[in-house]
T-cell receptor, first 120, second 109 residues
Framework: DAGVIQSPRHEVTEMGQEVTLRCKPI?????LFWYRQTMMRGLELLIY????????DSGMPEDRFSAKMPNASFSTLKIQPSEPRDSAVYFC??????????????????FGQGTRLTVV | GQNIDQPTEMTATEGAIVQINCTYQ??????LFWYQQHAGEAPTFLSY????GLEEKGRFSSFLSRSKGYSYLLLKELQMKDSASYLC??????????FGTGTRLQVFP
């Protein structure tokens, strides 16, 4: 497997424009996570999905942010309209589910290379 | 809620040993993870603890105490390439995966 694939790698856009970030998780993974990373706040969880269903979107900062997962192999994070404070690196990660600890199953998340978003 | 604390920065000398601590408060517990992140790159997985005790992986070891909500990452025989940020992450009972803000480690010759 090629790993988690994100596109684009870099995005520069003007304030007010719509931005769409894309993610292809590792085949067979049940969970998909969207994170935003900045120097000030570190790696913040925005939203995560289990079997394509959003489980917790409490980290989404505002209604300007939305995420979808129409099928097991694709997810999007959309910002509309974008603002300069949205500038950050956005990571997508996928993993298998976290099972009962007695199974000792290793359920680490694998990250994509990220999208560096700059809103001017 | 969930909260993860770790020191912001640490420095050490090549060849030395360094311990990076992490304390956490979570809703349920489904494992604690350590990740390494070099500047400009994605986080990469280092270790996983779900039971109390020490897990050793070459030069890196990770310890967990669930009753204390405490973990540490131990790096031995430090090399210059170990200069990076080290992120502590906890998976809660709904499989929510939360990261600490990371500890930036600088290794000097």
């Amino acid at each position: 497997d090629a790993g988690v694939i994100q596109s684009p790698r870099h995005e520069v856009t003007e304030m007010g424009q719509e931005v769409t970030l894309r993610c292809k998780p590792i085949s067979g993974h049940d969970y998909l996570f969207w994170y935003r990373q900045t120097m000030m706040r570190g790696l913040e969880l925005l939203i995560y999905f289990n079997n394509n269903v959003p489980i917790d979107d409490s980290g989404m900062p505002e209604d300007r942010f939305s995420a979808k997962m129409p099928n097991a192999s694709f997810s999007t994070l959309k910002i509309q309209p974008s603002e300069p404070r949205d500038s950050a690196v956005y990571f997508c990660a996928s993993s298998l589910r976290g099972l009962d600890p007695q199974h000792f199953m290793n359920t680490e998340a694998f990250f994509g290379q990220g999208t560096r978003l700059t809103v001017v | 809620g969930q909260n993860i604390d770790q020191p912001t920065e640490m420095t050490a000398t090549e060849g030395a040993i360094v311990q990076i601590n992490c304390t956490y408060q979570t809703s349920g517990f489904n494992g604690l993870f350590w990740y390494q992140q070099h500047a400009g790159e994605a986080p990469t997985f280092l270790s996983y603890n779900v039971l109390d005790g020490l897990e050793e992986k070459g030069r890196f070891s990770s310890f967990l105490s669930r009753s204390k909500g405490y973990s540490y990452l131990l790096l031995k025989e430090l090399q210059m390439k170990d200069s990076a940020s080290y992120l502590c992450a906890v998976r809660g009972n709904t499989d929510k995966l939360i990261f600490g803000t990371g500890t930036r480690l600088q290794v000097f010759p």
